[in-house]
């Protein structure tokens, strides 16, 4: 028999684009039934939030011939997953045995509002399909170099990530007065940086944001200039872009 | 190895194993949890009205891949009848588990992402709870690495001249 689980916790790889998930007290349920046809496995599952928001209508995994195939299903619901609002994450953690069969551990489904690059920068629906563990990813850590050749931007240059992205929003609201997503996008770069919550004003769903202190803790702490330098000539050649186009 | 230079009639290139064709990692796009996010740039939007159909994405950290992500808008989860699928072929595969074809539907207002791929059955065999084969454990090419921060440098100088110019 299949076990398939849903964490009920915060996750890790959802914090990165969630701002508090200390106060989206995600409550998911889950419930599964399996079904055997032939000799093939088939497990199916269901999740909720505490809206009662059916987030995974039917999820099944499934081995024959030689194959696995997995099927993820939700459905869509505007009033719950809506910008600027929280995220609406869903993690199915697979069992031992279709990790070992199809190499896939997890799968979530991330509601995000927009993120980098600039054509993503609208609401949207990631599916990450993980092919390590959360106990590995949940290792991961900022040593130059893991995440690539040298040269690559590391854990430790994050800061000048959120910078990019706190402009690229800015300039894509200014030219076409959409809403932002600032209150989600906030603090959670923060938080992933490990940013001390005292070194920034905290966020608030009013709009409170003041980037001069966003820009300055940037500044004052960051010894990747020439990476901060590189972030906003990109900048600018995708504003100019957008602005001649 | 992750990552493999070629001399393509003289020019240097960079292919990322265990990607498909094409795929770069963006320089600025770790993510704690998540690693790099890779993909074609030119496939990449240019802007938010230009996403017409969902991407695919790959993550990568520690020199191996660690997700295949299709993102898709909200027009692909709010339409009924949309359909999309790709069949990615991978560079120099060396997991054979990989995803080899993945869909993207939605009708009568539920969405489904399916990954299909290669079972790992033959392989895999189990003895008191240990995999009796790993996969390679890719290493990065200092080559790569030398050729990636000559790119580096050359952008970094090109950023500070733009910045210089816009300012004036």
């Given at each position: 028999?299949?076990?398939?689980?849903?964490?009920?916790?915060?996750?890790?790889?959802?914090?990165?684009?969630?701002?508090?998930?200390?106060?989206?007290?995600?409550?998911?349920?889950?419930?599964?039934?399996?079904?055997?046809?032939?000799?093939?496995?088939?497990?199916?599952?269901?999740?909720?939030?505490?809206?009662?928001?059916?987030?995974?209508?039917?999820?099944?995994?499934?081995?024959?011939?030689?194959?696995?195939?997995?099927?993820?299903?939700?459905?869509?619901v505007p009033d719950i997953v809506k910008?600027?609002?929280?995220?609406?994450?869903?993690?199915?953690?697979?069992?031992?045995?279709?990790?070992?069969?199809?190499?896939?551990?997890s799968v979530s489904i991330d509601f995000i509002c927009g993120h980098p690059g600039f054509g993503f920068m609208v609401p949207h629906y990631d599916v990450h399909w993980y092919l390590i563990s959360e106990e590995e990813r949940a290792l991961m850590t900022c040593e130059v170099g893991n995440y690539g050749p040298v040269g690559y931007y590391n854990f430790c240059a994050y800061p000048m990530h959120i910078l990019c992205i706190f402009f690229v929003h800015i300039s894509y609201a200014l030219f076409t007065n959409i809403s932002l997503c600032l209150y989600q996008l906030y603090s959670t770069y923060y938080q992933a940086c490990n940013v001390p919550s005292e070194e920034y004003e905290q966020p608030t769903p009013e709009g409170a944001v003041s980037y001069q202190s966003?820009?300055?803790?940037?500044?004052?702490?960051?010894?990747?200039?020439?990476?901060?330098?590189?972030?906003?000539?990109?900048?600018?050649?995708?504003?100019?872009?957008?602005?001649?186009? | 190895m992750d990552t493999e230079v070629v001399d393509d009639n003289g020019t240097v290139k960079e292919i990322m194993l265990n990607m498909p064709e094409g795929f770069v990692c963006g320089m600025t796009s770790a993510i704690p949890q998540q690693g790099l996010h890779c993909s074609v740039?030119?496939?990449?939007?240019?802007?938010?009205?230009?996403?017409?159909?969902?991407?695919?994405?790959?993550?990568?950290?520690?020199?191996?891949?660690?997700?295949?992500?299709?993102?898709?808008?909200?027009?692909?989860?709010?339409?009924?009848g949309k359909e999309w699928e790709m069949e990615p072929v991978y560079v120099g595969q060396t997991i054979s588990t990989l995803p080899s074809k993945l869909t993207w539907s939605t009708n009568d207002g539920?969405?489904?992402?399916?990954?299909?791929?290669?079972?790992?059955?033959?392989?895999?065999?189990?003895?008191?709870?240990?995999?009796?084969?790993?996969?390679?454990?890719?290493?990065?090419?200092?080559?790569?690495?030398?050729?990636?921060?000559?790119?580096?440098?050359?952008?970094?100088?090109?950023?500070?001249?733009?910045?210089?110019?816009?300012?004036?």
């Open positions: 028999m299949s076990i398939i689980r849903l964490d009920s916790t915060p996750l890790n790889s959802l914090q990165n684009y969630t701002m508090n998930l200390s106060i989206l007290p995600l409550l998911a349920a889950i419930k599964y039934s399996t079904a055997a046809a032939d000799a093939d496995q088939i497990t199916t599952l269901t999740c909720f939030d505490q809206s009662g928001y059916d987030l995974s209508e039917s999820t099944t995994t499934e081995f024959k011939d030689g194959k696995y195939k997995i099927n993820l299903s939700w459905s869509h910008c600027p609002g929280p995220p609406t994450p869903c993690l199915v953690q697979f069992d031992d045995d279709t990790i070992a069969r199809s190499g896939l551990h966003i820009l300055l803790y940037l500044l004052s702490s960051s010894t990747h200039f020439a990476h901060m330098i590189m972030i906003c000539s990109t900048l600018l050649r995708h504003s100019l872009k957008w602005i001649l186009k | 740039p030119a496939d990449e939007p240019a802007t938010p009205s230009e996403w017409t159909e969902p991407a695919f994405i790959m993550g990568s950290y520690g020199k191996g891949p660690v997700f295949v992500e299709p993102m898709g808008d909200l027009g692909f989860v709010t339409t009924d539920v969405t489904t992402v399916t990954v299909e791929g290669k079972a790992n059955d033959m392989e895999y065999e189990v003895e008191d709870g240990v995999e009796s084969e790993a996969e390679e454990d890719p290493v990065m090419t200092e080559s790569t690495s030398d050729a990636r921060a000559t790119k580096v440098s050359t952008v970094v100088l090109a950023g500070f001249f733009a910045v210089i110019m816009v300012g004036n």
